[in-house]
């Protein structure tokens, strides 16, 4: 879709902004529900803010209509930085590490996260609408982390505050300059130490002791994993770190999301066997360090084996001019993940291992109408994100 169709669809993108709850009809060419098969000639109808539902044909009487070659859901990033790692790349933005210390679970992503930061922004008009942001990889634990939508004006309309809690094992996590953790089995000995206070302090809970004792923040934190209230969400790559890892949440009984793993097709069998999710490093992330076996095709090796998986934005070091899991699915849909499965990867399977498929990732009746609209094949290099919608709402109708 390109000249005088396009720029139709930009007028009535226009028109529709400023309306808060009107009745509006998506109509798609191609419509990727990812509640089932795709739709040709299909429409959304979208009211309130909500999916009212969406079936094939054309809109009836009394919607707003917008015509958009592809339709799929709300893109959603399963792990990013957005919101604490800025785009000046300067101190005042860079919040998503504090270095002070080698474990601070107490830090909370929402206390740092700056909803306008021109990132977010940017992301947004790529269909990007559902992000899992906060405290990123390079200490022990760096903090928690929250799951927001890219429309939000505050951080207090997050949809999960406190989603995940930060760990990193392997080479960057290693304090340096003598200070501890030094080692990997530095690392294990003081999770685990942690962990072990936070289960004397669990039973004491259950056993109801009422002696009154001072609130300890760090404590509070570990006992969440321990009650299995918040999952630990770990960067790991390296086949040995990722079976410590695994060893780890066995002996705690811990919920744990992997991350990053860029080895996992050394340890395939382990993690499958394990049952927990992988968040898969970006498919262009550069192979170095504790990275230096990453492929491109991994993210069909996952698929294959049966791993539930997402993929990510992460954090760029060098450049945060954001990665973006759009073009991250479509690297991996050329490196052998099919079309379906890529897609999946960054809408309805990264809301299911984020615990929010309830309200986003799938087109389907009563969900938030979270909408992304493009001009063709979403994967392809030409094409054009021509809209995005969140809660019902035109957030962004500049062509990209």
């Known amino acids: 879709m390109r000249g005088g169709a396009l720029k139709r669809i930009l007028v009535l993108l226009a028109a529709l902004a400023p309306m808060a709850s009107a009745q509006i009809a998506i109509q798609g060419e191609t419509v990727y529900t990812m509640a089932g098969a795709p739709l040709k000639n299909a429409v959304v109808l979208v009211r309130d803010g909500k999916i009212e539902r969406v079936t094939a044909g054309t809109a009836p009487a009394g919607y707003q209509v917008i015509k958009a070659k592809v339709v799929t859901p709300g893109l959603i990033d399963a792990h990013a930085v957005l919101g604490l790692s800025g785009y000046l790349n300067q101190p005042q933005d860079q919040d998503q590490i ?17 909803p306008k930061e021109r990132l977010i922004e940017w992301v947004r008009g790529l269909g990007v609408t559902t992000i899992h942001t906060g405290h990123g990889q390079g200490i022990l ?25 930060a760990a990193t094992l392997g080479n960057d996590a290693r304090a340096g300059q003598g200070k501890s953790p030094g080692t990997r089995s530095k690392m294990i000995a003081m999770l685990r130490a942690e962990l072990i206070k936070a289960q004397e302090a669990a039973k004491k809970a259950s056993d109801k002791d009422k002696k009154d004792t001072a609130r300890d923040l760090r404590l509070e934190a570990f006992v969440k994993l321990i009650n299995r209230e918040m999952p630990l969400l770990i960067t790991v790559h390296k086949d ?4 410590t890892a695994l060893r780890l949440a066995k002996e705690f009984n811990l919920k744990v999301v ?16 394990s049952g ?10 550069r192979s170095s360090g504790d990275a230096e076996n990453l492929s491109m095709e991994t993210a069909s090796k996952l ?16 450049v945060p001019k954001t990665r ?17 499965k890529a897609l999946g990867s960054i809408t309805i399977d990264a809301a299911r291992l984020l615990g929010v498929e309830k309200r986003v990732g799938s087109l389907e009746a009563g969900k938030d109408a979270d909408v992304a609209l493009y001009d063709g094949d979403p994967f392809e290099y030409t094409t054009h994100c021509v809209g995005v919608l969140i809660d019902g709402k035109v957030v962004s109708d500049t062509v990209r």
Request: charged fraction near 15%; proline fraction near 7%; glycine fraction near 6%.
């Open 324 to 340: 973006v899991v759009l073009w991250e699915a479509a690297l991996a849909a050329a490196n052998g993940l099919a079309f379906d």
């Open 98 to 114: 504090e270095n002070s210390a080698p474990m601070q679970p107490e830090l909370r992503a929402i206390d740092a996260f700056d």
């Open 141 to 165: 634990i760096s903090g928690q982390t929250m799951i927001i939508k890219t429309n939000a004006e505050t951080a207090d309309q997050a949809m999960v505050p406190a989603a995940m809690i």
């Open 258 to 273: 992997l991350d990053g793993v860029a080895d996992a097709p050394e340890v395939l069998a382990q993690i499958k066997a």
């Open 240 to 243: 040995n770190d990722i079976l």
């Open 276 to 285: 927990y999710p992988v968040i898969l490093h970006p498919t262009m992330q």
């Open 303 to 318: 698929a294959a084996a049966g791993v539930p998986f997402a993929l990510q934005s992460g954090f760029e070091g060098y």
